[in-house]
């Protein structure tokens, strides 16, 4: 299959809150254009986007997944991606690929959390955006009340394209306001016919608005319009689509996904409107960090940047490229700028849901797969030698939730982390780490659904079923006060002996001083040599835990008298020593147990600001400040017991409906109450 001219490819991801219709609108707009027989449903695993299991047990979208039709002599690469906030980096990554975002918004539930979020991303990296209104069939939709949120929500610059013909089960056209004329779909097949009636007043009002709109944005459109001149279609459409491109305007069309309403207009307005990869070049920075931009040139040098890698338990790893520049061929040899390793692209593929058929050239702007890169990972950029160019890639979302891991069957531990690397190849959000104080392995991710997809991932990919523990809190124990203890170790068993004493005076440090240990033996009490030894049996001590357990911190230990015998003593003798006098001088020093406290940075709309200070508040949450942010958010800092915020990310949705977002780090250690003091033993027991 020869590859598109890059004027002719339009790379398009469909974006918005879950649950509003963007696979079932994927999979109208393949049926529509003829990309596949017939249009598939999500919920029997029918369709192509949504053909992972757990996408088919879950009814919805789990990953990105690309949809290519062809409208015309154009190439549109469809990628569908998740609407569920734990999987928001699936839309992130599609977005580098991407020259438009279509926000799919439901017809009845209108603006949500996560359309808000597309809404901020596609801002954030200046991406072209255009609104599909979906749903308009179903019971309780409403065009005008979502067109009044859209205004309200992202300003003067929504433009609407289309009017709905009829409402809920009568939805049965739209009226085109660019060529005023009606499309109707009575019969299955789109007719043109004249504006109704009964909406002709309303057509005519927003109609003049929308012309007034578009040739504002275009100098001599603007200067024949106010000399009486009425633009035709093909001017209007042209001076829209400089403003879609520049990010200006924002047109709003209306459909059913379900009915097949609107859908070919939209097929026909992506090729119309959207811009082709030559009109957004590609933002790189070199080793130096400087930026700058890469032309879409098919005759230029081949660059080629990994934006997604599925991992397949089968072919193995399946990188989705974005051609950058050039052009590509099957066994072209590139260089991985991060790795200065060669890679050979034996095979490109164009994927359509999990079909791949090969193709024997792909030109600048396209999106290819190509699988069996093993040294190139998400973000990678393949060039020729010498290539020291990074495209900025969004940054990944940070894991926010952790649970401890275990695989059921003893014995596959090793399978267990081959399975979760070769994940972390598709997902870089996931992350998981081996927590040595609570010899637990913590599995971290974007939310619940994320990471219990990922456990039954584990299963369906690599054969490794995973128990699931809840994660332990890594208390710390210390000393208040001075205390001294002696530690003898003596045992007669035939033979040469053992024998130690240790005397230690232990006494605490700041908080996060961590350990030191002073000599402080004089007349040869204890020889030399053996003084190692008793500071290890301190440092074992210590690793063992004091009273309650857990590891003993910020001490400094004193070694100031004991006594040996010439024969019995040994190194192993003063070792316990040592260990047996720093415990019962812990004892001794009126310990207290210290929780990890953790900085939380929380972004939540101004509206919601209470509600999340007085939770915080509740979690034992010392404030340390708030700042107003853009778009109407607050920015909370606070220091919080870490205790406190191991589900913050579930708690945190669901008080805030999923428009909240936070980040949290370690800051120090600090006393736990006294009052929780014994909580905390009972704990520790279990």
Same mark, same amino acid.
């Given at each position: 299959? &020869?590859?598109?001219?890059?004027?002719?490819?339009?790379?398009?991801?469909?974006?918005?809150?879950?649950?509003?219709?963007?696979?079932?609108?994927?999979?109208?707009?393949?049926?529509?254009?003829?990309?596949?027989? $017939?249009? %598939?449903?999500?919920?029997?695993?029918?369709?192509?986007?949504?053909?992972?299991?757990?996408?088919?047990?879950? /009814?919805?979208?789990?990953?990105?997944?690309?949809?290519?039709?062809?409208?015309?002599?154009?190439?549109?690469?469809?990628? =569908?991606?998740?609407?569920?906030?734990?999987?928001?980096?699936?839309?992130?990554?599609?977005?580098?690929?991407?020259?438009?975002?279509? @926000?799919?918004?439901?017809?009845? #539930?209108?603006?949500?959390?996560?359309? @808000?979020?597309?809404?901020?991303?596609?801002?954030?990296?200046?991406? +072209?955006?255009?609104?599909?209104?979906?749903?308009?069939?179903? #019971?309780?939709?409403?065009?005008?009340?979502?067109?009044? #949120?859209?205004?309200?929500?992202?300003?003067? *610059?929504?433009?609407?394209?289309?009017?709905?013909?009829?409402?809920? *089960?009568?939805? /049965?056209?739209?009226?085109?306001?660019?060529?005023?004329?009606?499309?109707?779909?009575?019969? %299955?097949?789109?007719?043109?016919? +004249?504006?109704?009636?009964?909406?002709?007043?309303?057509?005519?009002?927003?109609?003049e608005q929308l012309v007034e709109g578009i040739v504002v944005g275009d100098d001599a459109l603007m200067e024949r319009y106010l000399d009486g001149e009425i633009p035709d279609p093909e001017q209007l459409e042209a001076a829209l689509a400089k403003g879609v491109t520049s990010g200006t305007v924002f047109p709003v069309v209306c459909?059913?996904?379900?009915? %097949?309403?609107?859908? =070919?207009?939209?097929?026909?307005?992506?090729?119309?409107?959207?811009?082709?990869?030559?009109?957004?070049?590609i933002v790189v920075t070199n080793e130096s960090s400087q930026a700058s931009e890469i032309p879409c040139d098919p005759s230029g040098p081949p660059i080629a940047t990994v934006f997604k890698t599925i991992a397949d338990p089968y072919v193995g790893k399946i990188s989705l490229l974005r051609l950058v520049s050039g052009t590509l061929?099957?066994?072209?040899?590139?260089?991985?700028?991060?790795?200065?390793?060669?890679?050979?692209?034996?095979?490109?593929?164009?994927?359509?849901?999990?079909?791949?058929?090969?193709?024997?050239?792909?030109?600048? !702007?396209?999106?290819?797969?190509?699988?069996?890169?093993?040294?190139?990972?998400?973000?990678?950029?393949?060039?020729?030698?010498?290539?020291?160019?990074?495209?900025?890639?969004?940054? &990944?979302?940070?894991?926010?939730?952790?649970?401890?891991? $275990?695989?059921?069957?003893?014995?596959?531990?090793?399978?267990?982390?081959?399975?979760?690397?070769?994940?972390?190849?598709?997902?870089?959000?996931?992350?998981?780490?081996?927590?040595?104080?609570? /010899?637990?392995?913590?599995?971290?991710?974007?939310?619940?659904?994320?990471?219990?997809?990922?456990?039954?991932?584990?299963?369906?990919?690599?054969?490794?079923?995973?128990?699931? =523990?809840?994660?332990?809190?890594?208390?710390?124990?210390?000393?208040?006060?001075?205390?001294?203890?002696?530690?003898?170790?003596?045992?007669?068993?035939? %033979?040469?002996?053992?024998?130690?004493?240790?005397?230690?005076?232990?006494? &605490?440090?700041?908080?996060?001083? !961590?350990?030191?240990?002073?000599?402080?033996?004089?007349?040869?009490?204890?020889?030399?040599?053996?003084?190692?030894?008793?500071?290890?049996?301190?440092?074992?001590?210590?690793?063992?835990?004091?009273?309650?357990?857990?590891?003993?911190?910020?001490?400094?230990?004193?070694?100031?008298? !004991?006594?040996? /015998?010439?024969?019995?003593?040994?190194?192993?003798?003063?070792?316990?020593?040592?260990?047996?006098?720093?415990?019962?001088?812990?004892?001794?020093?009126?310990?207290?147990?210290?929780?990890?406290?953790?900085?939380?940075?929380?972004?939540?709309?101004?509206?919601?600001?209470?509600?999340?200070? *007085?939770?915080?508040?509740?979690?034992?949450?010392?404030?340390?400040?708030? #700042?107003?942010?853009?778009?109407?958010?607050? $920015?909370?800092?606070?220091?919080?017991?870490?205790?406190?915020? @191991?589900?913050?990310?579930?708690?945190?949705?669901? @008080?805030?409906?999923? $428009?909240?977002r936070f980040l949290a780090e370690h800051d120090h250690y600090d006393t736990v109450p006294s009052n929780l003091t014994a909580k905390i033993g009972a704990v520790s027991t279990l």
């Amino acid at each position: 299959m &020869p590859g598109h001219a890059s004027s002719n490819i339009r790379n398009v991801v469909l974006a918005g809150h879950n649950a509003t219709g963007k696979t079932s609108l994927a999979e109208a707009l393949l049926a529509k254009t003829g990309a596949i027989q $017939r249009q %598939g449903k999500v919920d029997d695993g029918s369709s192509v986007c949504d053909f992972e299991p757990e996408e088919v047990r879950h /009814h919805m979208s789990l990953s990105l997944a690309l949809a290519p039709f062809e409208v015309g002599p154009v190439k549109v690469n469809l990628i =569908d991606t998740p609407g569920y906030a734990d999987f928001f980096d699936e839309l992130r990554a599609a977005c580098f690929a991407a020259d438009l975002l279509v @926000l799919v918004v439901s017809a009845v #539930e209108g603006i949500q959390a996560q359309t @808000l979020a597309a809404w901020e991303l596609a801002s954030e990296l200046s991406l +072209p955006r255009l609104v599909v209104v979906n749903k308009l069939d179903r #019971e309780r939709a409403n065009f005008d009340r979502i067109l009044t #949120e859209l205004v309200e929500q992202f300003g003067a *610059g929504i433009a609407p394209l289309e009017l709905p013909i009829g409402e809920e *089960g009568d939805f /049965h056209g739209i009226a085109d306001l660019l060529t005023d004329t009606a499309i109707l779909y009575d019969h %299955g097949k789109p007719t043109n016919a +004249p504006i109704p009636e009964s909406i002709s007043d309303l057509e005519h009002r927003v109609r003049e608005q929308l012309v007034e709109g578009i040739v504002v944005g275009d100098d001599a459109l603007m200067e024949r319009y106010l000399d009486g001149e009425i633009p035709d279609p093909e001017q209007l459409e042209a001076a829209l689509a400089k403003g879609v491109t520049s990010g200006t305007v924002f047109p709003v069309v209306c459909a059913s996904a379900l009915t %097949g309403v609107g859908v =070919d207009r939209i097929a026909a307005l992506l090729t119309e409107l959207a811009p082709s990869p030559i009109e957004r070049p590609i933002v790189v920075t070199n080793e130096s960090s400087q930026a700058s931009e890469i032309p879409c040139d098919p005759s230029g040098p081949p660059i080629a940047t990994v934006f997604k890698t599925i991992a397949d338990p089968y072919v193995g790893k399946i990188s989705l490229l974005r051609l950058v520049s050039g052009t590509l061929r099957p066994d072209t040899v590139l260089v991985n700028s991060r790795t200065h390793s060669e890679e050979r692209l034996h095979v490109l593929q164009l994927l359509r849901g999990k079909e791949a058929v090969s193709i024997s050239e792909a030109q600048a !702007g396209d999106i290819v797969a190509v699988p069996k890169l093993s040294g190139t990972s998400t973000g990678d950029t393949l060039g020729l030698k010498g290539n020291t160019i990074f495209p900025r890639l969004p940054e &990944p979302e940070p894991a926010v939730l952790s649970i401890a891991i $275990r695989p059921r069957s003893k014995g596959d531990e090793d399978k267990l982390m081959t399975g979760i690397h070769r994940l972390q190849d598709e997902d870089p959000s996931l992350k998981v780490a081996r927590v040595e104080e609570t /010899h637990q392995t913590l599995l971290s991710g974007t939310g619940e659904t994320h990471l219990a997809v990922i456990c039954e991932r584990l299963q369906r990919k690599y054969g490794v079923e995973v128990e699931t =523990d809840e994660v332990l809190v890594a208390y710390r124990e210390t000393i208040t006060t001075e205390a001294q203890a002696e530690g003898k170790y003596k045992k007669q068993s035939g %033979g040469h002996g053992q024998f130690g004493v240790a005397d230690l005076k232990i006494e &605490p440090l700041p908080r996060g001083g !961590g350990f030191e240990f002073v000599d402080a033996i004089f007349g040869g009490a204890i020889p030399k040599q053996y003084l190692p030894a008793v500071e290890k049996g301190v440092l074992e001590a210590m690793a063992q835990g004091g009273p309650k357990g857990y590891p003993v911190v910020d001490v400094k230990v004193t070694c100031y008298d !004991g006594k040996f /015998h010439p024969v019995d003593s040994s190194e192993m003798s003063f070792k316990m020593a040592g260990s047996l006098a720093f415990k019962e001088a812990v004892a001794k020093g009126n310990p207290v147990v210290l929780e990890p406290i953790s900085r939380l940075s929380v972004v939540v709309p101004s509206s919601m600001q209470g509600d999340v200070l *007085g939770d915080l508040n509740s979690r034992r949450g010392r404030v340390q400040g708030t #700042e107003s942010l853009p778009g109407g958010r607050q $920015r909370i800092v606070a220091l919080v017991p870490t205790a406190e915020i @191991l589900r913050y990310a579930v708690d945190l949705r669901a @008080l805030t409906g999923a $428009r909240g977002r936070f980040l949290a780090e370690h800051d120090h250690y600090d006393t736990v109450p006294s009052n929780l003091t014994a909580k905390i033993g009972a704990v520790s027991t279990l």
